[in-house]
C-alpha cells in the first residue's frame, strides 16, 4: 500500500483533524485515510450531483432567492 506525507499543514487544520478523529474514535492517520476515501471516491458510489440537489427538501419560495439590484455608487473623478 502506498504511503502518503502531508507537509506544511496549519496547525489549525492539525488540530481539528485531530479533533475529528477523536469524535470518530479514529487515529488521526486513520480519519485522514476516511476523509481522502470519502472525497476522492464518493463519486463512484452512483449518486449525482443532481441526486444530491433532487434529495434536498423543497423549502423556502423563489423570492428568497431573489438577487438585491446594485446600481454601484456614485464616483467623483
Known amino acids: 500500500m502506498a504511503q502518503l506525507i502531508v507537509r ?5 487544520v492539525v488540530k481539528a483533524l485531530k479533533i ?6 479514529r487515529s488521526a492517520e486513520a480519519e485522514h485515510r476516511e476523509i481522502l476515501r470519502q472525497a476522492l471516491l464518493s463519486s ?6 443532481k441526486d444530491a440537489l433532487l ?20 464616483v467623483d473623478l
Do not use: C, Q, W, Y
Not at 20 to 25: D, I, L, P, Q, V
Not at 44 to 49: A, M, P
Not at 66 to 72: N, P, S, T
Open 44 to 49: 463512484k458510489t452512483g449518486k449525482t450531483l
Open 20 to 25: 475529528r478523529a477523536a469524535e470518530n474514535g
Open 8 to 12: 506544511n499543514l496549519p496547525e489549525g
Open 55 to 74: 434529495s434536498m427538501p423543497e423549502v423556502g419560495n423563489d423570492s428568497d432567492f431573489e438577487r438585491i439590484r446594485d446600481l454601484g455608487r456614485e
